[in-house]
């Protein structure tokens, strides 16, 4: 089962706590010395930025799969690391990536740092609301992989956060990738705690093996991956990239939503539960896919209240910020989620501004 580690920092003492986290993450990932030393080093500034910068907030560490596809890079893990405040906001981010830039008396190289080091590093700040800050880390990159094929054009990530600061989630994220075929897959195991985790790992571990199916079969397959299990509801996204063309099944209270054009509809799942009270029949619905549409998957621990906004719809911001921009729009200090919450989004790689 995937270990996530949710680090609240509110004073000196929790920075070690991020840092170390981002040590156990990069062992699990597999990366080298080096490797873990900057995801460590990015962990610590991050945290201490928000102490400094945001009166403290909250250090989610995870390992995930890349945000982009590409070929040559299966398997491969990375380290994330996202950040999560309610505080005042960044007014100038320009400036403050630069480094020596400062409103304190501080070096004023933390964040300038972190997107130097990072292999990805984006932020979103709006003065008032707060800041998120999502940066990864993995293995020294293969000059060798990648390619430009339509299914590289794609890009995910994701924030998620267990309940009660627990060390699994229920919850987990996955996407895969046959040929054309370019997979986002959301499970919510049955309640919370190790069990619910359990259940959700056996979804992530059957995409792997069923990417080249359509939804509604990869379900089944899912279905009877997930028996002996609590079960889980389940939503699985499909994009064939080449014929572009969006397919959806989900399962149980999985909330999905698609952005097209700027107006957000809803992608509808059947009652049941994925490995205990599957539906007979699975409805697997059809959108067209541009470059212009978000994707977003989010379980029960997001409000109900919750809606996108704008922001939700920006396809120039790395999708794990989006995630994490809503989960905290979602909630504040005061009412922080009530069970285990994970959202993953989908969008467009940004055009190459070269």
């Keep these: ?17 991020a840092r170390v986290a981002a040590e156990h993450a990069a062992a699990l990932a597999g990366l080298d010395e080096q490797r873990t030393s900057t995801a460590a ?14 009166g403290g907030g909250r250090v989610l560490v995870d390992v995930v799969a890349p945000p982009v596809l590409a070929a040559g890079r299966e398997g491969v893990l990375l380290v994330q690391v996202a950040t999560v405040d309610h505080g005042p906001g960044i ?9 020596g830039f400062t409103t304190t008396r501080s070096l004023g190289a933390g964040l300038g740092t972190c997107a130097r080091l990072a292999d990805d590093f984006d932020l979103h700040s709006v003065p008032g609301r707060g800041t998120v800050v999502v940066a990864r880390v993995g293995p020294v990159p293969d000059a060798s992989a990648g390619d430009s094929g339509p299914a590289a054009r794609l ?15 229920g919850d987990a994220w996955a996407w895969a990738r046959d040929g054309d075929l370019v997979t986002l897959m959301l499970a919510d195991g049955l309640g919370h705690g190790p069990e619910a985790a359990r259940a959700s790992t056996a979804a992530v571990e059957a995409l792997r093996t069923s990417a080249h199916l359509a939804p509604a079969e990869m379900v089944r ?10 079960g889980a509801a389940v939503a699985v996204a499909q994009v064939d990239t080449r014929a572009a063309v969006l397919r959806f099944t989900g399962v149980g209270n999985i909330g999905a939503r698609l952005c097209e054009g700027g107006t957000w509809r809803h992608l509808v799942s059947r009652p049941g539960i994925v490995g205990t009270h599957r539906p007979s029949t699975l409805r ?17 621990g997001l409000p109900s209240r919750w809606s996108p906004t704008a922001d939700t719809c920006r ?8 995630a994490a921009v809503t989960i905290r729009d979602a909630s504040s200090p005061a009412r922080p989620v009530r069970d285990d919450t994970a959202v993953a989004v989908l969008a467009p790689t940004p055009p190459d501004p070269s």
């Design 1 to 17: 089962m995937p270990r996530v580690w949710d680090v609240p920092v509110h004073d000196s003492t929790r920075v070690r706590d």
């Design 41 to 54: 080093l990015v962990a610590t500034e991050l945290a201490t930025n928000l102490l400094k910068h945001a």
């Design 91 to 99: 007014a100038d981010v320009s400036a403050a990536l630069r480094d």
């Design 155 to 169: 890009r995910a990530g994701a924030v998620n956060v267990p309940f009660g600061g627990a060390e699994y989630s």
């Design 221 to 230: 397959r899912l279905d009877r991956a997930l028996a002996g299990t609590r």
């Design 284 to 300: 697997e619905d059809k959108s067209a896919w541009a470059d212009d549409r978000v994707l977003v998957l989010h379980s029960d």
């Design 315 to 322: 396809t120039a911001t790395d999708p794990a910020v989006t």
